[in-house]
């Protein structure tokens, strides 16, 4: 079956593999293509280039040139496929000298020649060539397997060819392309190593296909291929992003009876998918279990449950945690700290953020731009916007640029001294510096130009907000109509409400009723 190469995975590649593995394997007989031998003047020309290639005279080579044709190229280099340098040599001389007479023929030979002389690289490269340069050519999955396998035998090849061709479509992922490779080499009896299926499970989680994955993994069973821990520790990702920590749970229980032993992969993504669903208990149990099992947490181990703890605001059991991987001698890194302060600049806790900064410098690790914004974000949350500018000085010493969170910090600090006059001049600035301000920051500057009675300005902004195709909320909108129509400004109020109806009337995304001028008048 023929099957068209596409970039974007498919849940057909999880259907096509659980029908596979249904199926008896019966594999098919190599087939064994044979080339028409050279006679008289193709004899001869092919005889003098190979004298001229062992003897390393291209220049003589170079001189007879244009008698080369892609019949005279293939037993030419199936007379030196022994020497895999000079072969490669020659496809690359070939290839500058004239380009169109390499076919598919000719590429699959050096793929062969490379392969069995363990310059599996470049054999990746020319395949990656073929790949690309031939993308519009219908089928070319297909064609090129067929062209590999009907010179198999020709060649003396190995299994490692077809091995390679998998690889790299799992590296490039051509998902639909390596499902069909894995299938297409099953049928003749070829299998891929457990290294190249790794490779492919890699790339599938890489894109979220989790089910996919899950799915080849049960097809590599059926065939026996035998998993690593790689292996084992991605099925243990693929469970966790798919929310089935149950089945991730046994299969760390099943690996000590395969004979494999759970490193601190494992458990960190056992770890990670529990923390991913809120189950902080759960996941503490997991990390004591490793230390019963002589699986030491490492510092990515520890970073998840701080970030765990953080994300639901239990700063006091992240801080332990934090305390406990000091104690143990595994060094905090960026991350750990970036997570602390910004769970505590999130609670409004500017002095405990500005320790750990204060910590992080002294166990010199490098601050970076989240660190700044989650200080600035921190000290702004109190209202604190001298020594939020002061950090944004600090950062720009340190040859880091204001971000869009940067300003966004900074204009919710404006917003809490409700100083809106300033927080719209550093909206405008956010602006001019292409960074594209968030509906929570447009929404708390209308609310503090509501609260300020600025009510030209809150419209201004409102429009602006517009302007971006984003709906306000329908209470937003409500308190900007009121506070107009307590203004006695019922007719700004209402040419808002027609431009807010008239852009999202058909999404229905707000209820744009309650700025109508009836309800508006409603006590």
């Known amino acids: 079956m023929l099957r068209r190469a596409i970039e974007v995975p498919s849940s057909s590649e999880s259907m096509h593999l659980e029908k596979l593995g249904r199926r008896k394997w019966n594999p098919l007989p190599i087939p064994h293509a044979r080339i028409p031998e050279p006679k008289g003047q193709d004899l001869d020309y092919i005889n003098v280039a190979h ?72 054999a990746e490269g020319i395949l990656k060539g073929i790949i690309v340069n031939n993308s519009r050519l219908v089928d070319l999955q297909a064609k090129l397997f067929d062209a590999i396998l009907y010179s198999y035998r020709l060649s003396d090849s190995s299994p490692r060819v077809f091995d390679l061709l998998f690889k790299t479509y799992a590296h490039m992922k051509k998902f639909r392309d390596a ?82 032993s759970p490193t601190v992969a494992s458990y960190n993504a056992l770890i990670h998918g529990h923390c991913q669903k809120g189950l902080l208990s759960s996941a503490m149990k997991l990390k004591t279990l490793m230390e019963k099992n002589e699986v030491h947490p490492d510092c990515f181990t520890f970073n998840t ?118 927080a719209f001049d550093l909206y405008r600035i956010m602006i001019k510096n292409n960074f594209h301000p968030n509906k929570q920051i447009y929404e708390i500057l209308i609310s503090t130009f509501c609260e300020n009675e600025d009510f030209d300005g809150a419209v201004e902004v ?36 027609e431009e807010v109806e008239g852009r999202y009337h058909s999404s229905g995304g707000v209820d744009h009723s309650m700025c109508k001028p009836d309800n508006l008048s409603e006590e």
Request: net charge positive.
């Open 51 to 122: 004298s001229h290639l062992i003897h390393s005279d291209w220049a003589k080579l170079e001189t007879s040139s244009s008698g080369l044709t892609a019949f005279r190229i293939k037993h030419i280099l199936l007379k030196i496929k022994k020497d895999s340098v000079l072969s490669f040599d020659f496809y690359k001389w070939v290839d500058l000298q004239h380009p169109c007479l390499h076919t598919l023929e000719t590429r699959s030979l050096i793929l062969h020649i490379l392969t069995m002389g363990g310059m599996f690289k470049s």
């Open 305 to 422: 449950l701080i970030h765990g703890f953080c994300k639901e605001g239990k700063l006091f059991e992240a801080n332990k945690i934090f305390g406990e991987m000091k104690t143990m001698d595994v060094a905090p890194n960026i991350v750990t700290y970036n997570t602390l302060i910004n769970g505590y600049s999130q609670l409004g806790d500017s002095e405990m953020g500005s320790r750990l900064y204060d910590e992080m410098l002294r166990s010199r690790v490098k601050p970076d731009i989240v660190t700044y914004n989650a200080l600035i974000m921190g000290l702004c949350k109190e209202g604190k916007t001298k020594k939020a500018a002061y950090l944004v000085k600090e950062l720009t010493r340190e040859n880091f640029e204001p971000n869009s969170s940067t300003f966004s910090a900074l204009i919710r600090g404006q917003c809490v001294r409700k100083n809106s006059e300033r």
């Open 179 to 260: 499902t069909s490779t894995f299938c297409s080499m099953k049928d003749y009896g070829f299998l891929p190593t457990i290294k190249s299926c790794n490779a492919f499970l890699s790339s599938l989680l890489g894109f979220q296909r989790a089910s996919v994955a899950l799915s080849f993994f049960r097809e590599i069973r059926r065939c026996h291929i035998s998993p690593n821990v790689f292996t084992l520790n991605m099925v243990i990702c693929a469970y966790c992003e798919l929310g089935k920590l149950e089945k991730a749970m046994e299969l760390i229980q099943e690996m000590n009876s395969m004979g494999i």
């Open 462 to 497: 409102m429009k602006d907000m517009l302007g971006r195709a984003m709906a306000p909320s329908p209470c937003l909108l409500f308190e900007l109509c009121e506070k107009l129509r307590l203004s006695e400004k019922d007719d700004l109020a209402a040419k808002l409400c």
